[in-house]
């Protein structure tokens, strides 16, 4: 069955007149203006998540605590428009300053999952000025008048297994009714939520042990019998340290609140990494 890419992205660019870019003045803070530079730091990407890297590792055991080691921040929300020129650094492969359409396709269809009719339609909403190739003046323009959460989800985190879920739509409805200040904003909140209503299949408002294996099968399963190099007590040795270490309170479930404090707690792209959420990453070197 052929899958449809009509996400809240897809339908806001269609009813967009663009402009050219470079008349347009964009309306950030002053630091948004400036010319990011990368110091010292590479990107990589992953989309799968810890549990099958794991299973490639010679280790045996892991505790509860060690699985986040050394991850911990104290940020509440993720500005979408800064991450906008780290997304942009890692597509544009090869360092040129623009992203080609074969760049896109890399990572939208290898990476994130989605069609490349879609990628075709994506990029040609992105190049306003129609070169053949998108600048990271263009890219930060999209992410300024497209939505910017549905753009950072397509790009950044999650990408087709996430902007297709209801969850998922509810959350971008929700994005655009607020004031433009906290728009281009996702909060850590709003993030954990995501998750977990995607986990939480019975809509219970706790995530059992049963859903947490359940969604981690489903996770697996995506990536073929290549990728399944772990044993089914590998997988469940995972399932059950990590769910030992959300269920702070220890009272056999995971409720929102307990995900919303490890995304506060912990770095939100490794904590979505590890939730096998396809996950854009940034390593300082």
């Known amino acids: 069955m052929k899958t449809s890419y009509t996400t809240p992205l897809l339908l806001s660019m269609s009813s967009l007149a663009f402009t050219d870019v470079s008349a347009f003045t964009f309306m950030q803070a002053p630091q948004q203006q400036q010319q990011r530079q ?14 099958l890297s794991q299973s490639k590792s010679t280790t045996t ?12 921040v ?14 942009f650094d890692y597509v544009d492969s090869n360092g040129d300053g623009v992203i080609s359409l074969e760049e896109l396709q890399t990572h939208l269809v290898e990476e994130m999952g989605y069609t490349a009719e879609y990628t075709k339609y994506l990029f040609a909403s992105i190049d306003t000025d129609s070169d053949g190739s ?18 950072y989800m397509t790009f950044g985190v999650g990408g087709s297994d996430v902007t297709n879920r209801k969850a998922f739509k509810e959350l971008a409805r929700k994005n655009s009714s607020t004031s433009p200040e906290t728009r281009d904003k996702l909060l850590l909140n ?28 489903n996770v697996t399963a ?8 772990g044993t089914e007590k590998q997988a469940n040795d995972y399932v059950s340290t990590m769910f030992a270490t959300l269920d702070a309170d220890k009272d056999g479930g995971i409720c929102r609140e307990e995900v919303r404090t490890a995304f506060e707690k912990y770095d939100f792209k490794l904590l979505a990494r590890t939730f096998g959420l396809r996950v854009y990453r940034t390593a300082e070197v």
Do not use: C
């Open 134 to 151: 998108i600048t990271k003046e263009e890219m930060r323009f999209a992410f300024y008048n497209f939505e910017a959460l549905s753009m």
């Open 190 to 217: 709003d993030l954990a939520d995501l998750i977990f209503d995607i986990i939480d299949t019975d809509s219970s408002g706790e995530i059992s042990k049963e859903e947490l294996k359940s969604h981690f099968d």
């Open 38 to 51: 990368m110091i010292g730091r590479s990107t990589t990407v992953s989309n799968t998540s810890p549990l």
């Open 74 to 87: 104290d940020n509440k929300d993720i500005d979408l428009l800064e991450e906008a020129d780290e997304i």
């Open 61 to 72: 055991s892991t505790s509860p605590m060690t699985l986040f080691a050394g991850a911990d």
């Open 222 to 229: 995506k990536f073929g019998d290549d990728d399944k190099q």
